[in-house]
Each structure stands twice: as structure tokens, then as C-alpha cells.
């Protein structure tokens, strides 16, 4: 019996005790996934500090810097956002940087006409300057498991399989009661083909091992114009953890957006309050 097979008899057993997916109670995390830090409750965090010119900012961009939206392609860019980050980018000396799941090829349209440097698919794509190439840091892909995940999961078009080459993720904001399933499927065949899942906002994200955002900001602040400078990260899920770990670290800080736990410092409560705090950093007034 393969394994799509006993999972979906697996579902079915479980449908009349708590239905499809265990909507009512997670099941136990997958061996697949990478451990969370149980040091991550900090309900006392207080708001951060303004920027100051000798910081090295790395910024994550879904939940961040943009909204959340139901599916990855809906995101929307406020028309502000690339001119904010353009000062922003001038007053720290060009140490800007998004750190994001998504490629940098869609980091540059989303952004257009700005180009920074930063990292993608949690580090697995790595661009050194905004006038570089585009890096290729991890030693694996994902292989057939986005196909494999399309199969398990055609009977249900709110589940979303992102190709993102390096990486795959599980988008079930659509299908909230199918959370459970999402996190054993993924983990199960992440594990098999040698590779990483971790859990998002109601999503899955299957990674090669040696792949997170904190690992990107180390490779960067070796480099100009991040070396010699603070780092702070900013970001709100739990695949911004590594970052803000790394950064705090190396003696900067970290800075959770919305709810939630996390190692962070600083905490904002919402994207607009982001915006507001890189408007103030980046000496704008009455921005946005």
C-alpha cells in the first residue's frame, strides 16, 4: 500500500470521529518538520526603537511589508511601497534587504522598479547586491513532489501547490480544515525525498535542509554594505524565526509584526504600523 493510499484511508477512518482533516484538534507534528524554539513566548515585547543609520535591515515581505492575501498571485503592493523603500535603501547606505519564501524574480516584479538585494525562498536564492545575479545556495530541489502534492490533493481546488523550484509550499487558507492533512502529506513526502518542511501562516513550506532565513542574513552581513552594521529582521511568521535569531544574536534585534510568539525584542502590531516605522526611519513625514 503506498502512501497516498493509507493517508486517505487513514482520513476516511477519522471522518466520523472529528472530520476530514481533524478540524477539531491538530494531530501530532509530523517527524518531517523542523523544530520550533520553545523560547519563542514573549508576550512583554515592547514597540522598537527608531532606525538608526548604522542598521542593517533585513525584511521578510507576505505579512510584513504587504497584507496576507488567499492565495499567493493576490497579493496587493501598495503604490507607495517602492518609493518608501527607495528612500529607506538611500538612508541606510544601501543596507536593505528582502529576506522572503517567495523568488527573487517575484520579489523584482512585486517591487518594480526597485531591485534590492536579498535572498529568496528562505535563503535558497541569494542576490548580494541589487546589480547582482541571482544565487542558487541550496545543493537539492524539489524534485516531482510538486506533482506528487497536486495528485494527493487534486480532489480540492482551495489547496494551492506553489512551484517554486527550490522549494514547494502548501497554501490551505482556503481549506482551514484541512490543516492537519496538509502538515502530514507534506511532512511525510519532505521526509522522503531528503528535504524539510516547516509550518507558515496556513501554509507548508517544504525547503532543502540547510535552508532558512537565518543563514542569509549571515551570508549577507559578510558583505558591503551590511558588514560593520546592526542587523534587525523584521518579520511575522514563524519561517522569519531563524532570521530574527540570527540577528539578535549578532547584536541587532528583532521585530515580530501582528500576533503571535516569537524570540523577537520589538513587536508591531499590523503592516501598517511597519509602514509607518520604516516612514519614520527613512525621514518621511505624513507618508503613505
Not at 17 to 35: D, K, N, T, V, Y
Not at 75 to 94: C, D, I, S
Amino acid at each position: 500500500m503506498d502512501f497516498f493510499t493509507s493517508e486517505r484511508m487513514r482520513r476516511q477512518d477519522a471522518g466520523g470521529a472529528g472530520g476530514r482533516g481533524q478540524a477539531q484538534g491538530r494531530a501530532a507534528r509530523p517527524s518531517g518538520f523542523m523544530p520550533v524554539m520553545s523560547a519563542m513566548a514573549r508576550p512583554d515585547v515592547s514597540l522598537p526603537p527608531a532606525l538608526g543609520e548604522d542598521i542593517a535591515l533585513f525584511h521578510d515581505l507576505d505579512g510584513s511589508l504587504l497584507e496576507l492575501a488567499s492565495r499567493p498571485e493576490a497579493v496587493k503592493v501598495a503604490p507607495y511601497l517602492p518609493v518608501l523603500l527607495t528612500a529607506l535603501h538611500r538612508r541606510l547606505g544601501g543596507a536593505l534587504a528582502i529576506v522572503s519564501g517567495r523568488q527573487i524574480q517575484t520579489l523584482d516584479r512585486l517591487l518594480y522598479p526597485l531591485r534590492l538585494a536579498g535572498a529568496g525562498l528562505h535563503g535558497a536564492e541569494l542576490r548580494r547586491d541589487l546589480r547582482g545575479s541571482i544565487e542558487t545556495t541550496a545543493t537539492a530541489g524539489s524534485g516531482d513532489l510538486p506533482e506528487a502534492l497536486r495528485r494527493y490533493f487534486s480532489d480540492d481546488p482551495r489547496i494551492v501547490i506553489e512551484d517554486k523550484g527550490m522549494a514547494v509550499a502548501v497554501h490551505f487558507r482556503l481549506a482551514p480544515e484541512r490543516a492537519a492533512e496538509c502538515e502530514a502529506v507534506a511532512a511525510a513526502l519532505a521526509s522522503a525525498m531528503g528535504l524539510s518542511a516547516t509550518q507558515g501562516k496556513m501554509v507548508i513550506e517544504v525547503l532543502p535542509p540547510e535552508v532558512n532565513k537565518g543563514q542569509a542574513v549571515q551570508a549577507l552581513m559578510t558583505l558591503p554594505p551590511f558588514a560593520g552594521r546592526r542587523p534587525v529582521f523584521v518579520g511575522d511568521d514563524l519561517t522569519d524565526e531563524n532570521g530574527i535569531l540570527v540577528a539578535q544574536a549578532m547584536g541587532g534585534y528583532g521585530i515580530k509584526v501582528g500576533a503571535g510568539p516569537s524570540v523577537a525584542h520589538y513587536r508591531l502590531g499590523s503592516v501598517p504600523e511597519v509602514h509607518g516605522w520604516l516612514a519614520a526611519g527613512a525621514g518621511l513625514r505624513d507618508f503613505a
